[in-house]
């Protein structure tokens, strides 16, 4: 008894702290905080610069943007003159190389960073003079050295080759394109030979037009005061000189009449990138700009409940996260809503899309989805406020684009002020439902599927830098396709005829082969054993260092494949029966051979010419993968084949040159093999061919 | 050349001595239930971070049921008893605030950021998740498959994503570093609700939980709050019980506890129950949660592992892996400056000599990954075209060979300790930032003031220091030498 009372004392004592609270209630607001943007400080140098500063004492740093007046310029046959400037500011001065500029910027802890358009410094405020000549160097003195502008059009090179694999950056030129198709900035893309016409001489005389103070803004944020700013502003930057900033007006892009349908292929895509986009007749500072952020971010400006998220993802689960983007500048504005979708879902995401823009231009959002996104964008302006670059930024927005002085004082009056019927009607007046440009990347499959959407039924076929690409055309061939495989295995043999080509090639009842197969950039050396029998029997074996890591063996009816994995085990398939079908079409000593017993089982595309020569071009098919094959019109040679690889969603172009052809049992094979897989180059050198030696039948065994 | 080294020399001095002017002013306290909390006035933006750190990373996972902590992050947007599934995320847009939640081998960090009135409403958020988060099949299979998108779209589909799990795994044969945060699917396939719960009732307790917040608040206002919606969870098991009598039947209950559930109060559970209910409260309230830690200690490596994973890349590439002191070490903070002169910005020597004059790499880096325990340090370098991945890995070894076998010079020395100068300021630079940093120093180390003493801790290490665990550290026998080729290598 006594225990039990000790405990109830203890319990109330334990208890004694936890008062009543309903957990269920939620909790209100307080009162709303006073959101106060500080005005920055701005003051004028007597070249034309303009300073903008706003003081932050938190932490001891301090940083400077150096921002050019200029509007873009057009560049022509030199489209990406000045990405790659900005890419090559930091490469050196006429008084530091590159390797002095690093390790100097490096020592003090401070980044650096610069564009076309601008240079950035950030730093602690201990180190801002050391710093500012940095800064200061290379806005006076880039010298864009000779062996640096090697390197970096060395690494344009390769970023150019994944722009081609790469249907995000594919949708993006495509959509400049046709947005801005005539003489606008953004419509100028950087391609292989744009790039090549690009020449140091030409960085070196934008950068002089570029980099001038006249018209050019200082910002400076951070850790000092006006005075301190004043003096560095006018000791750093008050003798640089320059010329007049570039003034142009461009059009504000290009409306299709009705909605238009542009292709842009990716092979063996298994999705869709589709992005559906319209200029828009909007700079900054339109009245109507407050309520288009507001329309955007409830039509698919980020987060989940938005229109696009709701419909395209959560309710039909076509793709991961659909979003639209709003764009307004000086030179060119524009709405884009884009997401990628499987194949087989791509007609029905963009009658999705279309369905949201025209539902948007009809009916009044809920009160709902309004509150949540206004709430969800004054917040993150409200966020946005703690970074000091916020406010400076603010400042120069007001006088690049001639704002209001109060605009962003009052922004958060004017956004929570934007109803149901404001997002309405802009909607209606900016909202072009049934004349957007849709772009679509991806696999020809669904060329057919989405026809319907154009206005006028013809869809535009761009390429990866979104200029107008007809698919491959070939010339055509006066030729029967069937002739030029005979034609083919009459060379190989040096026969007169395919009779005796036929017979010649007969005579070859197995064959073993050694091949070194060389991976450039790979640490190892492969061996690559290769046997065949009559009629169609195939072994292949790879091995590396004496050791088999991958194995192929097909016996006419079956077939399997033993590879190794990670762990040193095997992993072993079975041939299906569609691959055992497709092996038979091909499989045997000379491939062609067997392609010739059913003429449906290729297809001759046509003529085309490859360095200066002129091939037939023969296409087969084998599952989902296809192969073209060239023969060359004078030799009936093959010397050239690309094959498009697809295993479930690996898809892969592997091309392959055959040189260096030698006579075994009076029948030609290419000794030489060199293969292009993405950008690795593989080269495989024959190191023996024997023929008719006795191969023991256990090594064609599938088991 | 001699103007510029007077420059530099004359940017050196002072580095520590002005360090420090300002600190981050703190309060902190313990609550009865053990939960921590910390608490920094900022009043510069109307904003404030909220934040809950646990203690419980992938480390603290049963080997067979690995990617529970990262998975839990994921469940804890869920909802929970007071707030609908699908709405977490709702209260937080729908009031201006932003969120997000991250985990590393050793915590899970949760995070809502609000204009500053709203700090009650964060609070509240927390502390549901906390209490009485949905831990229930059905969030569990709609996580599962988004834990798995994430895993498809971070590690599966990104260019060598995949080499951080493939390094810990051949680094570590005991210690549960050897798998990473994301775990292996097959576990989460194989749970089931009941390991799931048993996860969120030892981890999730305030016991484990550190309460960091930072911002436009009054701390008094700040501390009456926390004792609302924090002090009035009881400490010990009884917050498990508690949780029992949501989730379990009466059947369960009975047999769990020889008690019915008709002895609590169901709106008011630890304050309106019977006598006693409240008598078993209290027992369940003194039963401690027992945290389980782990306190394997990996044997060194006594080889050098060489290794190839294919991948969907391009380019080759080279990882070379370490054993590396725990992140309270001296050792640690050496080998962070080291990794800081081999990796630290365009003039550090990986990127210098390999990338920009040899030109034998697109990129060569290095991590010092800081853990509780021993880890991981990393050096590696991804091929340029057509150069053989191994005359890159012998580049890289040669830069390693120098920093064992040369003193890096006075100057990178000081570059190092300027670009940690910098660093900190920087981090510390958000209330975001700053509340992340104060729980980190307390869960870590023990001491939030730490945060104010980041920068003195490398004053007394040297550059003989660095030679020493460049060599103690970055042994050739004792690696992980890890190759990624592309897949087509494999197959053709």
Same mark, same amino acid.
């Given at each position: 008894?006594?225990?039990?009372?000790?405990?109830?004392?203890?319990?109330?004592?334990?208890?004694?702290?936890?008062?009543?609270?309903?957990?269920?209630?939620?909790?209100?607001?307080?009162?709303?905080?006073?959101?106060?943007?500080?005005?920055?400080?701005?003051?004028?140098?007597?070249?034309?610069?303009?300073?903008?500063?706003?003081?932050?004492?938190?932490?001891?740093?301090?940083?400077?943007?150096?921002?050019?007046?200029?509007?873009?310029?057009?560049?022509?046959?030199?489209?990406?003159?000045?990405?790659?400037?900005?890419?090559?500011?930091?490469?050196?001065?006429?008084?530091?190389?590159?390797?002095?500029?690093?390790? *100097?910027?490096?020592?003090?802890?401070?980044?650096?960073?610069?564009?076309?358009?601008?240079?950035?410094?950030?730093?602690?405020?201990?180190?801002?003079?050391?710093?500012?000549?940095?800064?200061?160097?290379?806005?006076?003195?880039?010298?864009?050295?000779?062996?640096?502008?090697?390197?970096?059009?060395?690494?344009?090179?390769?970023?150019?080759?994944?722009?081609?694999?790469?249907?995000?950056?594919?949708?993006?030129?495509?959509?400049?394109?046709?947005?801005?198709?005539?003489?606008?900035?953004?419509?100028?893309?950087?391609?292989?030979?744009?790039?090549?016409?690009?020449?140091?001489?030409?960085?070196?005389?934008?950068?002089?037009?570029?980099?001038?103070?006249?018209?050019?803004?200082?910002?400076?944020?951070?850790?000092?005061?006006?005075?301190?700013?004043?003096?560095?502003?006018?000791?750093?930057?008050?003798?640089?000189?320059?010329?007049?900033?570039?003034?142009?007006?461009?059009?504000?892009?290009?409306?299709?009449?009705?909605?238009?349908?542009?292709?842009?292929?990716?092979?063996?895509?298994?999705?869709?990138?589709?992005?559906?986009?319209?200029?828009?007749?909007?700079?900054?500072?339109?009245?109507?700009?407050?309520?288009?952020?507001?329309?955007?971010?409830?039509?698919?400006?980020?987060?989940?409940?938005?229109?696009?998220?709701?419909?395209?993802?959560?309710?039909?689960?076509?793709?991961?996260?659909?979003?639209?983007?709003?764009?307004?500048?000086?030179?060119?504005?524009?709405?884009?809503?884009?997401?990628?979708?499987?194949?087989?879902?791509?007609?029905?995401?963009?009658?999705?899309?279309?369905?949201?823009?025209?539902?948007?231009?009809?009916?009044?959002?809920?009160?709902? *989805?309004?509150?949540?996104?206004?709430?969800?964008?004054?917040?993150?302006?409200?966020?946005?406020?703690?970074?000091?670059?916020?406010?400076?930024?603010?400042?120069?927005?007001?006088?690049?684009?001639?704002?209001?002085?109060?605009?962003?004082?009052?922004?958060?009056?004017?956004?929570?002020?934007?109803?149901?019927?404001?997002?309405?009607?802009?909607?209606?007046?900016?909202?072009?439902?049934?004349?957007?440009?849709?772009?679509?990347?991806?696999?020809?499959?669904?060329?057919?599927?989405?026809?319907?959407?154009?206005?006028?039924?013809?869809?535009?076929?761009?390429?990866?830098?979104?200029?107008?690409?007809?698919?491959?055309?070939?010339?055509?061939?006066?030729?029967?396709?069937?002739?030029?495989?005979?034609?083919?295995?009459?060379?190989?043999?040096?026969?007169?005829?395919?009779?005796?080509?036929?017979?010649?090639?007969?005579?070859?009842?197995?064959?073993?082969?050694?091949?070194?197969?060389?991976?450039?950039?790979?640490?190892?050396?492969?061996?690559?054993?290769?046997?065949?029998?009559?009629?169609?029997?195939?072994?292949?074996?790879?091995?590396?260092?004496?050791?088999?890591?991958?194995?192929?063996?097909?016996?006419?009816?079956?077939?399997?494949?033993?590879?190794?994995?990670?762990?040193?085990?095997?992993?072993?398939?079975?041939?299906?029966?569609?691959?055992?079908?497709?092996?038979?079409?091909?499989?045997?000593?000379?491939?062609?051979?067997?392609?010739?017993?059913?003429?449906?089982?290729?297809?001759?595309?046509?003529?085309?010419?490859?360095?200066?020569?002129?091939?037939?071009?023969?296409?087969?098919?084998?599952? *989902?993968?296809?192969?073209?094959?060239?023969?060359?019109?004078?030799?009936?040679?093959?010397?050239?084949?690309?094959?498009?690889?697809?295993?479930?969603?690996?898809?892969?172009?592997?091309?392959?040159?055959?040189?260096?052809?030698?006579?075994?049992?009076?029948?030609?094979?290419?000794?030489?093999?060199?293969?292009?897989?993405?950008?690795?180059?593989?080269?495989?050198?024959?190191?023996?061919?024997?023929?008719?030696?006795?191969?023991?039948?256990?090594?064609?065994?599938? *088991? | 050349?001699?103007?510029?080294?007077?420059?530099?020399?004359?940017?050196?001095?002072?580095?520590?001595?002005?360090?420090?002017?300002?600190?981050?002013?703190?309060?902190?306290?313990?609550?009865?239930?053990?939960?921590?909390?910390?608490?920094?006035?900022?009043?510069?933006?109307?904003?404030?971070?909220?934040?809950?750190?646990?203690?419980?990373?992938?480390?603290?996972?049963?080997?067979?049921?690995?990617?529970?902590?990262?998975?839990?992050?994921?469940?804890?947007?869920?909802?929970?008893?007071?707030?609908?599934?699908?709405?977490?995320?709702?209260?937080?847009?729908?009031?201006?605030?932003?969120?997000?939640?991250?985990?590393?081998?050793?915590?899970?960090?949760?995070?809502?950021?609000?204009?500053?009135?709203?700090?009650?409403?964060?609070?509240?958020?927390?502390?549901?998740?906390?209490?009485?988060?949905?831990?229930?099949?059905?969030?569990?299979?709609?996580?599962?498959?988004?834990?798995?998108?994430?895993?498809?779209?971070?590690?599966?589909?990104?260019? %060598? $994503?995949?080499?951080?799990?493939?390094?810990?795994?051949?680094?570590?044969?005991?210690?549960?570093?050897?798998?990473?945060?994301?775990?292996?699917?097959?576990?989460?396939?194989?749970?089931?609700?009941?390991?799931?719960?048993?996860? %969120?009732?030892?981890?999730?307790?305030?016991?484990?939980?550190?309460?960091?917040?930072?911002?436009?608040?009054?701390?008094?206002?700040?501390?009456?709050?926390?004792?609302?919606?924090?002090?009035?969870?009881?400490?010990?098991?009884?917050?498990?019980?508690?949780?029992?009598?949501?989730?379990?039947?009466?059947?369960?209950?009975?047999?769990?506890?020889?008690?019915?559930?008709?002895?609590?109060?169901?709106?008011?559970?630890?304050?309106?129950?019977?006598?006693?209910?409240?008598?078993?409260?209290?027992? %369940?309230?003194?039963?401690?949660?027992?945290?389980?830690?782990?306190?394997?200690?990996?044997?060194?490596?006594?080889?050098?592992?060489?290794?190839?994973?294919?991948?969907?890349?391009?380019?080759?590439?080279?990882?070379?892996?370490?054993?590396?002191?725990?992140?309270?070490?001296?050792?640690?903070?050496?080998?962070?400056?080291?990794?800081?002169?081999?990796?630290?910005?365009?003039?550090?020597?990986?990127?210098?000599?390999?990338?920009?004059?040899?030109?034998?790499?697109?990129?060569?880096?290095?991590?010092?990954?800081?853990?509780?325990?021993?880890?991981?340090?990393?050096?590696?370098?991804?091929?340029?075209?057509?150069?053989?991945?191994?005359?890159?890995?012998?580049?890289?070894?040669?830069?390693?060979?120098?920093?064992?076998?040369?003193?890096?010079?006075?100057?990178?020395?000081?570059?190092?300790?300027?670009?940690?100068?910098?660093?900190?300021?920087?981090?510390?630079?958000?209330?975001? $930032?700053?509340?992340?940093?104060?729980?980190?120093?307390?869960?870590?180390?023990?001491?939030?003031?730490?945060?104010?003493?980041?920068?003195?801790?490398?004053?007394?290490?040297?550059?003989?220091?660095?030679?020493?665990?460049?060599?103690? %550290?970055?042994?050739?026998?004792?690696?992980?030498?890890?190759?990624?080729?592309?897949?087509?290598?494999?197959?053709?």
């Amino acid at each position: 008894m006594k225990k039990l009372i000790t405990s109830i004392a203890f319990v109330y004592s334990a208890l004694i702290a936890f008062g009543q609270i309903d957990r269920s209630q939620v909790p209100e607001p307080g009162p709303a905080p006073e959101i106060n943007i500080a005005d920055p400080e701005i003051f004028n140098l007597d070249n034309g610069m303009k300073v903008i500063l706003s003081s932050n004492h938190d932490i001891p740093k301090v940083s400077f943007n150096l921002v050019m007046g200029s509007d873009p310029r057009l560049e022509g046959n030199k489209a990406g003159l000045a990405e790659f400037m900005g890419d090559m500011l930091l490469a050196g001065t006429s008084n530091r190389s590159k390797d002095e500029l690093d390790q *100097e910027k490096d020592f003090i802890g401070a980044s650096l960073g610069a564009s076309s358009s601008n240079i950035y410094l950030s730093c602690l405020t201990k180190h801002m003079d050391k710093g500012l000549d940095l800064m200061t160097d290379v806005m006076k003195n880039a010298n864009f050295p000779e062996d640096e502008f090697k390197r970096i059009k060395k690494q344009y090179e390769s970023n150019l080759l994944s722009v081609k694999t790469n249907p995000n950056e594919m949708a993006k030129n495509a959509m400049y394109k046709a947005i801005f198709p005539d003489k606008h900035p953004y419509g100028e893309i950087m391609t292989e030979s744009s790039l090549e016409n690009i020449k140091r001489q030409d960085l070196v005389k934008f950068f002089k037009e570029q980099f001038t103070p006249a018209g050019s803004y200082l910002v400076i944020v951070g850790d000092i005061e006006r005075e301190k700013a004043e003096k560095i502003a006018n000791n750093q930057f008050g003798d640089w000189e320059g010329g007049v900033p570039f003034e142009e007006e461009y059009s504000m892009g290009y409306k299709p009449k009705g909605n238009r349908v542009i292709f842009v292929e990716k092979q063996g895509a298994v999705q869709s990138v589709i992005n559906v986009a319209f200029p828009l007749d909007m700079t900054p500072g339109h009245p109507d700009q407050i309520k288009m952020r507001v329309l955007n971010k409830l039509f698919g400006g980020g987060g989940f409940g938005t229109r696009l998220m709701q419909n395209l993802r959560e309710d039909k689960a076509y793709t991961y996260g659909a979003y639209s983007r709003l764009n307004v500048n000086r030179e060119g504005s524009w709405l884009s809503a884009s997401g990628s979708f499987r194949n087989e879902v791509t007609d029905s995401a963009i009658t999705e899309f279309l369905y949201e823009f025209q539902r948007i231009t009809e009916a009044k959002v809920n009160d709902e *989805e309004l509150t949540l996104n206004k709430a969800s964008l004054s917040g993150s302006f409200a966020r946005n406020l703690e970074s000091p670059r916020t406010i400076a930024n603010f400042a120069l927005n007001i006088f690049r684009n001639n704002l209001p002085s109060d605009y962003y004082q009052t922004y958060l009056k004017k956004l929570n002020a934007v109803d149901k019927n404001d997002v309405l009607k802009t909607a209606q007046e900016h909202f072009t439902p049934n004349n957007l440009n849709i772009i679509v990347v991806g696999n020809t499959e669904v060329l057919d599927k989405i026809k319907q959407f154009d206005a006028d039924g013809e869809i535009e076929i761009f390429d990866a830098f979104g200029n107008p690409s007809k698919q491959k055309e070939y010339r055509a061939a006066d030729i029967a396709p069937q002739k030029v495989l005979e034609e083919h295995l009459i060379a190989i043999t040096e026969s007169r005829n395919i009779r005796q080509a036929k017979r010649r090639i007969g005579r070859i009842e197995t064959l073993k082969k050694t091949v070194e197969v060389e991976p450039k950039g790979s640490p190892m050396t492969m061996t690559a054993k290769q046997y065949f029998a009559e009629p169609n029997k195939e072994f292949s074996s790879m091995q590396v260092s004496g050791m088999e890591v991958q194995k192929q063996v097909f016996n006419g009816e079956k077939g399997i494949s033993i590879s190794m994995n990670r762990t040193g085990g095997k992993d072993t398939t079975y041939f299906t029966d569609e691959k055992i079908q497709d092996k038979k079409k091909t499989a045997g000593i000379i491939p062609e051979l067997g392609l010739m017993k059913d003429t449906s089982n290729f297809t001759l595309l046509g003529l085309d010419s490859l360095n200066g020569n002129d091939y037939y071009v023969i296409q087969y098919t084998q599952g *989902e993968s296809s192969t073209r094959a060239f023969y060359n019109t004078s030799t009936f040679m093959k010397e050239h084949t690309e094959k498009v690889e697809v295993n479930g969603e690996d898809v892969q172009t592997i091309s392959a040159k055959y040189k260096d052809f030698h006579k075994h049992k009076r029948v030609l094979f290419a000794h030489k093999i060199t293969q292009i897989i993405g950008s690795t180059t593989i080269e495989s050198t024959v190191k023996s061919i024997e023929v008719n030696v006795d191969i023991e039948d256990d090594k064609f065994k599938v *088991e | 050349m001699k103007r510029i080294f007077l420059a530099l020399l004359t940017i050196s001095c002072g580095f520590l001595a002005q360090a420090q002017e300002r600190k981050i002013d703190f309060v902190e306290y313990d609550l009865d239930n053990g939960m921590h909390v910390i608490l920094h006035e900022d009043k510069s933006t109307p904003i404030v971070a909220v934040s809950i750190m646990y203690h419980v990373g992938s480390k603290n996972e049963n080997p067979d049921r690995t990617g529970f902590a990262h998975f839990f992050e994921h469940l804890m947007f869920e909802g929970s008893q007071n707030i609908d599934r699908g709405e977490y995320d709702k209260y937080v847009e729908r009031n201006g605030g932003t969120l997000n939640a991250n985990t590393s081998q050793d915590r899970t960090y949760y995070y809502e950021i609000f204009p500053s009135n709203q700090l009650e409403l964060g609070l509240w958020l927390e502390s549901e998740r906390l209490l009485h988060a949905k831990v229930d099949k059905t969030g569990i299979e709609t996580q599962r498959e988004v834990v798995k998108e994430e895993k498809r779209q971070r590690v599966d589909n990104q260019p %060598y $994503g995949s080499f951080m799990a493939e390094m810990f795994d051949r680094l570590f044969e005991k210690h549960p570093y050897s798998w990473t945060p994301i775990g292996y699917m097959e576990h989460l396939d194989a749970a089931q609700e009941k390991d799931y719960v048993d996860f %969120y009732r030892t981890f999730y307790v305030p016991s484990n939980a550190t309460l960091s917040i930072a911002g436009d608040i009054d701390i008094e206002e700040t501390k009456k709050m926390i004792d609302k919606y924090y002090s009035t969870i009881p400490k010990g098991q009884a917050i498990n019980l508690y949780r029992d009598f949501l989730s379990l039947s009466e059947d369960e209950f009975q047999e769990k506890y020889n008690h019915s559930k008709a002895l609590f109060d169901e709106d008011q559970f630890f304050t309106n129950s019977s006598d006693k209910g409240k008598v078993l409260i209290a027992k %369940y309230a003194n039963k401690e949660v027992e945290i389980p830690r782990p306190s394997i200690e990996e044997p060194a490596l006594e080889k050098e592992v060489i290794d190839t994973v294919y991948d969907d890349i391009q380019l080759p590439a080279v990882f070379l892996g370490y054993h590396s002191p725990a992140q309270d070490s001296e050792d640690a903070k050496a080998l962070q400056m080291l990794n800081t002169i081999l990796s630290g910005g365009t003039s550090a020597r990986l990127n210098k000599e390999i990338v920009e004059d040899q030109q034998l790499a697109v990129s060569a880096f290095s991590f010092a990954f800081p853990l509780e325990d021993p880890g991981m340090a990393t050096i590696a370098g991804i091929a340029a075209k057509d150069v053989p991945v191994d005359s890159l890995r012998m580049a890289i070894d040669k830069e390693i060979e120098k920093v064992q076998t040369e003193l890096v010079s006075e100057m990178e020395f000081t570059k190092v300790k300027n670009q940690f100068e910098n660093r900190f300021y920087s981090s510390n630079s958000s209330v975001a $930032g700053k509340a992340e940093s104060l729980a980190n120093n307390y869960v870590y180390f023990n001491n939030t003031n730490r945060v104010n003493e980041e920068l003195k801790q490398y004053e007394d290490i040297t550059r003989e220091d660095l030679q020493r665990v460049a060599k103690k %550290y970055l042994k050739k026998d004792a690696r992980v030498v890890l190759y990624y080729l592309p897949k087509d290598k494999k197959n053709k």
